[in-house]
T-cell receptor
Framework: DTEVTQTPKHLVMGMTNKKSLKCEQH?????MYWYKQKAKKPPELMFV???????INESVPSRFSPECPNSSLLNLHLHALQPEDSALYLC?????????????FGPGTRLTVT | GNSVTQMEGPVTLSEEAFLTINCTYT??????LFWYVQYPGEGLQLLLK?????DKGSNKGFEATYRKETTSFHLEKGSVQVSDSAVYFC???????????FGAGTQVVVTP
């Protein structure tokens, strides 16, 4: 099973709201990723977790706060977002953080900030 | 730095036509190469991969061969179906923290 699940599928939030995106995988993967994808563009890497520790933060604004509670779960906490943050947020996982390992993506959360 | 260049779309084809999407890359080391497909409203699905020179990845009738001498990883399918309509992304990873470098994506539209 190569499934990565994400909830919710759609999210609409105001600029003063606080919300969270959730990602889960049960493949025993030790690396998990958050990407942001704007329409008609490739995904842009936001964060990398390796063995449950934050390894890479691609200069993402602090209104995005990742969390990895355990090896299967990855959250993205959202606070005081801007309309330009509206996008598809994708979670991915891979067997290991380094090496020739493919990443498996979830279906994404379509976020709209009003 | 690393980069991936894909042919621009949209590519419009009739059903049963032959599909080629060109992908070339620039990398300092020996990357792994991937093709991902994204259907409308969905996440990315791994289509195929190759981890070393002359490897051929294949899946669902799609093929791509890792050509080190031409730094290319072109995607081909002999007979496309309407269900192959999607955006296709070429990507590379040099194993540095699993960072994927994506091409811009190529939209493929297959008409009946």
């Amino acid at each position: 099973d190569t499934e990565v699940t994400q909830t919710p599928k759609h999210l609409v939030m105001g600029m003063t709201n606080k919300k969270s995106l959730k990602c889960e995988q049960h493949m025993g993967h030790r690396a998990m990723y958050w990407y942001k994808q704007k329409a008609k563009k490739p995904p842009e890497l936001m964060f990398v977790y390796s063995y449950e520790k934050l390894s890479i933060n691609e200069s993402v604004p602090s209104r995005f706060s990742p969390e990895c509670p355990n090896s299967s779960l990855l959250n993205l906490h959202l606070h005081a977002l801007q309309p330009e943050d509206s996008a598809l947020y994708l979670c991915a996982s891979s067997q290991e953080p380094r090496g020739p390992y493919e990443q498996y993506f979830g279906p994404g959360t379509r976020l709209t900030v009003t | 730095g690393n980069s991936v260049t894909q042919m621009e779309g949209p590519v419009t084809l009739s059903e049963e036509a032959f599909l080629t999407i060109n992908c070339t890359y620039t990398a300092t080391g020996y990357p792994s190469l991937f093709w991902y497909v994204q259907y409308p409203g969905e996440g990315l699905q791994l289509l195929l991969k190759a981890t070393k020179a002359d490897d051929k990845g294949s899946n669902k009738g799609f093929e791509a061969t890792y050509r080190k001498e031409t730094t290319s990883f072109h995607l081909e399918k002999g007979s496309v179906q309407v269900s192959d309509s999607a955006v296709y992304f070429c990507a590379l990873s040099e194993g540095s923290w699993g960072k994927l470098q994506f091409g811009a994506g190529t939209q493929v539209v297959v008409t009946p």
